[in-house]
């Protein structure tokens, strides 16, 4: 079984009193046997990474640039992210990929750029509300997965998050038998793809997870974890996702 992966994906969101949130973290469940991540807003990457330096809590990026440096206005590259003292970045997710128009190739090039830099890519893909009545979530969601990883992903340096988009920031969620077919379906693909490496690499599940949901939602087969948003941004909310996962 993949160890489970307890990531928080702070969005825009957090000024640098929001360190505070980490080292409350850290206070309250300072052990775990789940793995641990808080992916803040670029600006607060390095303070964050210093904070966590002799802590269970790895830090991420949120986005990262295809090349490692040039005229770019705005972006940042991988190894600026590795840097900083992050570890992971989040590639795909779908508010980029709505607002930025990112496509799945470019999302497979910053998940090359991110390898390149020793960074554990964390690949979005989930299915819209359209999508998903007009009962095509399973193609789509195949679809992204097979353009958006490249082909020498290992269970080290992939994790696959899926994120229904409209479960993002709703309240609402997929029933657990729906998450399963989902998660299981990503695990045959990556199992198909990948072999023994596929059957090791994490499948997030995100969207609306909560301190309430989350004990039921990691219990689903095939769920490694969780990329959460709201649920992330106060110690004392992640805290019980953490310990839901860290089960
Ligand atoms: P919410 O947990 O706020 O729904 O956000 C999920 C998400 O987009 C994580 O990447």
Known sequence: MPKKLAAGNWKMNGLR???AEVKALNDACPTHDCDVLICPPATLMRSMAKVCDDMQIDVGGQDCHENTSGAHTGDI???MLADTGATYVILGHSERRATYGETDRQIRAKTTAAWNANLTAIVCIGETLEERDAA????IVG??????VPDNATAATLVVAYEPVWAIGTG????LSEIEEVHTFIRNRLTDRFGAEGAEMRILYGGSMNPKNAADIAAVPNVDGGLVGGASLK???FIHIVQALNA
Do not use: I, R
């Open 17 to 19: 009193e929001a360190l």
């Open 77 to 79: 590259s991988a190894p």
């Open 136 to 139: 095509n979530t399973l193609d």
């Open 143 to 148: 679809a992204q997965l097979a353009t958006s």
């Open 172 to 175: 609402k969620t997929p029933t």
């Open 235 to 237: 110690a004392s909310d």
